[in-house]
């Protein structure tokens, strides 16, 4: 069935979302997002309607399985959502993957890194107006688990809204603002720097916990690669 519908042009979500539909589909007023296992087969699909209602089939499944916009696969970026993958897709040109939530995150960066060495960034939710912020955490635990892995966390100007994720901070400050925040990410998952390191003043450094809390070392100076 899904081999005969039309490829995704305009939707009311993608409008609100400010991003197109790379891979979607329609049917009837429904914008229909196609699941795969990364590599493999199809396995399910989410339906939007006009309204942002999210729904899926029901017992297909989903464990493991996502959405892959396809471009520069030297990185990849993993998010929840679909408008947050295609927003990062959009600021970066590189491989965007939708993971769904972020209790599937770690079955799909587990996948994603059995198929590549390319580094992976997981572009987190940043739920911190709820009582646990199940976004970071998901994130952050994945990458602590497995090798090549980098967090990126959404920072907002203007919190009157409550925003969560990189496709709010796209829409409230703007493109340039997203790759402003994304690229030293980035940057630092390609040159191989583990999350807890980065660049100040021309020293790399280091941060360190204690019990009172955590602060940067320097460890040597910075050797930009040319």
């Given amino acids: 069935h899904l081999k005969s519908l039309p490829m995704a042009a305009q939707h009311p ?23 795969h296992y990364y590599g493999g087969e199809f396995v399910n699909a989410q339906r939007i309607w006009p309204d942002g209602s999210k729904r899926f089939f029901k017992d297909c499944g989903k464990k493991g399985a996502c959405h892959v916009i396809q471009g520069d696969d030297t990185t990849i970026l993993i998010a929840e959502g679909y408008a947050t993958a295609a927003s990062c897709f959009d600021a ?17 960066v587990e996948s994603v890194r059995s198929h590549t060495k390319a580094p992976i960034v997981i572009i ?24 090549g892995v980098s967090v990126f966390i959404p920072e907002f100007h203007d919190e009157t809204s409550q925003p969560t994720d990189a496709n709010d901070l796209m829409i409230l400050e703007g493109m340039d603002e997203l790759k ?13 720097i583990p999350s807890n390191f980065s660049f100040s003043n021309g020293w790399l450094c280091q941060k360190r916990e204690s019990e009172k809390g955590s602060y940067n070392v320097k460890v040597s100076t910075a050797i930009y690669p040319v």
């Fill in 124 to 147: 987190a939710d940043n739920d911190k107006y709820k009582e646990k912020n199940a976004g970071v955490e998901a994130a952050e635990k994945v990458a602590n688990a497995i090798e």
């Fill in 180 to 192: 402003r925040q994304l690229e030293p990410v980035i940057a630092h998952a390609r040159m191989g």
């Fill in 13 to 35: 979500y993608l409008l609100e979302k400010q991003v197109s539909g790379n891979g979607l589909l329609m049917d009837g007023s429904a914008l229909i997002i196609p699941i």
């Fill in 92 to 108: 970066t040109g590189y491989k965007s993957v939708m993971a769904i939530d972020c209790g599937n995150i770690y079955s799909v």
